[in-house]
Each structure stands twice: as C-alpha cells, then as structure tokens.
C-alpha cells in the first residue's frame, strides 16, 4: 500500500547543491529503513545512502558521495531527504527512493515499493 514519490532533481552546473525529497503515502514508513539508489545511463542501480528505521538512526553511503551527500529523515512528515552537495558530472543519473523490505541493504533486491525517480543532470 505504500507509495513514493521523489521529487527536486534537475539541470545543476558541477559544485551546486540539491536537496531530493521522497514522499511516501498510503501507510507510514517511520518503523522502515529506507534507501537512495542512482542509475546512470546503461549501468546498474547502485546504492547511494541509508538510513535506519525507528530508533536510533544509522547511515551509509555510497563511497562515490561520502562526504558530499547526506540523508535523513521527518516521520511526522513521512518523507525521507537527500542534501547532494558538491555536485560532480559524475554524480547524473536518475534518483531513486525504496522502502528496505529484509536482507543486505546494500542490493536492490533488498529493496521493494520504489519511486518512479527523479532526473539529477550535473555539467560541467
């Protein structure tokens, strides 16, 4: 029943800064741990961060943005957020949010409920 949405990609040059959002709808996520993954044209989806569920919140990164990227989260809000600061052209790809369902939170088949993704397109 949960539905997500991300929002807030777009055409930045490299050194800017983005803020993503993902929405979820239909049923709470609060107790879930949730994930960002990037999709460049004609790769795989690869994990970009983490972030724990109710409780004590535990991050991870990607190592390509560690430093430059953090996530977070608003439960009364329902919504999961990625500051992408430092931007490179390396970094274009298509965004996407997913509800952490069970095993390793490194592989999207970890991962289920996912957005429809949103364009991030980084030049130099």
């Known amino acids: 029943q949960v539905q997500l949405i991300e929002s807030g990609g777009g055409l930045v040059q490299a050194g800017d800064s983005l803020r993503l959002s993902c929405a979820a709808s239909?049923?709470?996520?609060?107790?879930?741990?949730m994930g960002w993954f990037r999709q460049a044209s004609g790769t795989n989806r690869e994990l970009v961060a983490f972030i724990s569920g109710r409780g004590g919140w535990v991050t991870n990164y990607g190592d390509p943005v560690k430093g430059r990227f953090t996530i977070s989260r608003d439960n009364a809000k329902n919504t999961v957020y990625l500051q992408m600061n430092s931007l490179k052209t390396e970094d274009t790809a298509v965004y996407y949010c997913?509800?952490?369902?069970?095993?390793?939170?490194?592989?999207?088949?970890?991962?289920?409920?996912w957005g429809r993704g949103t364009q991030v397109t980084v030049s130099s």
């Open positions: 239909g049923n709470t996520v609060s107790g879930y741990a």
């Open positions: 997913a509800v952490h369902l069970s095993g390793s939170r490194y592989y999207t088949s970890s991962y289920g409920h």
